[in-house]
């Protein structure tokens, strides 16, 4: 989907900067610095809605629901036809037969629809159907939900070059590879500091909920979706260049980047695509605990 710069376009590169270097700061999972410069640059531009939507999508990451529903609210009231939003703001509330905001959702809507059969990007209309489904939903009609949803779905399936051959190919890959010989003249000393714990699985299949309850014990941190291991191993080529020196070189910098607290004994890392990294993580971290969370396919 776009943001709404996309379709305003902000000559202010400062901003731009500030926002490229708030997503690095949020990657590294120091959402709360990202927030604070994202902060300093809207009293800078107050009218620039990118840096709005920017904080709203790091407000919700923190949690504060409320707050980042608040910064949709002045992006859309600076940029009223970005659907990216919408998609988003749609997911910080529960809407009502009588909100205002679904009549200009559903004439954005109708604008995008107009522009996609001139040949313009879908993307757009994709997320304001999503977000009429949750509207729709809310509302307590279903039947009217489904059907943005299942609009959404067959135009996002449109855009998608996914095949099942390919992540079959790489599960026989990585069969292939791990094995215990490989293994054995490869695997890292345990780790005596702030430990792993992997969450893995399907989108939508509880890791939130199950990183929660780990979390509630205070020898346990959760640090959420870590998009540090795939940042230092997916672009390798082969696994066979990773002789011990690299490995340890990796753990240095895993561990640098997600900023455990040493005060607590484990921290949480709950990627769900982690799963096709766990030869790798045994390589790391022969210690590490790794939690498969499961869900009925039709749930998920």
């Known amino acids: 989907m776009k943001d709404p710069q996309d379709r305003q376009p902000v000559t202010r590169a400062k901003a731009s900067a500030s926002i490229a270097e708030a997503r690095r700061l949020?990657?590294?999972?120091?959402?709360?610095?990202?927030?604070?410069?994202?902060?300093?640059?809207?009293?800078?531009?107050?009218?620039?809605?990118?840096l709005h939507y920017q904080l709203g999508i790091l407000r919700r990451d923190l949690g504060d629901i409320a707050r980042a529903r608040r910064c949709f609210e002045k992006t859309l009231k600076l940029a009223p036809d970005a659907a990216g939003v919408y998609y988003n703001y749609a997911r910080t509330k529960t809407f009502r037969h009588s909100d205002p905001v679904i009549a200009r959702m559903r004439r954005c809507l109708r604008r995008l629809k107009s522009a996609a059969a001139d040949g313009g990007d879908p993307r757009e209309e994709i997320a304001l159907q999503f977000a009429l489904g949750k509207v729709y939903e809310d509302c307590g009609q279903y039947d009217r939900a489904?059907?943005?949803?299942?609009?959404?779905?067959?135009?996002?399936?449109?855009?998608?070059?996914?095949?099942?051959s390919d992540s079959l190919q790489r599960m026989a890959v990585n069969k292939r590879t791990f094995t215990a010989e490989f293994?054995?003249?490869?695997?890292?000393?345990k780790f005596d500091g702030c430990r792993p714990i992997f969450l893995v699985g399907m989108p939508r299949s509880g890791s939130t909920l199950s990183e929660q309850i780990l979390a509630s014990h205070d020898r346990v941190q959760g640090l959420g979706e870590l998009t540090v291991l795939p940042s230092l191993v997916d672009d390798l080529g082969s696994w066979n260049v990773l002789d011990k020196s690299r490995l340890l070189e990796i753990r240095e910098q895993y561990l640098k980047s997600v900023r455990a607290d040493n005060s607590t004994d484990f921290f949480t890392d709950k990627l769900p695509g982690n799963f096709w990294r766990i030869g790798v993580i045994k390589l790391l971290f022969p210690d590490a605990r790794i939690i498969d969370v499961r869900r009925h396919p039709i749930d998920t």
């Open 26 to 50: 949020a990657n590294d999972n120091r959402v709360d610095e990202a927030s604070e410069l994202i902060e300093a640059a809207i009293r800078l531009e107050p009218r620039n809605p990118m």
């Open 146 to 164: 489904f059907g943005y949803w299942q609009r959404a779905n067959t135009l996002q399936r449109k855009q998608l070059t996914y095949r099942i």
């Open 183 to 189: 293994m054995a003249g490869r695997t890292l000393d």
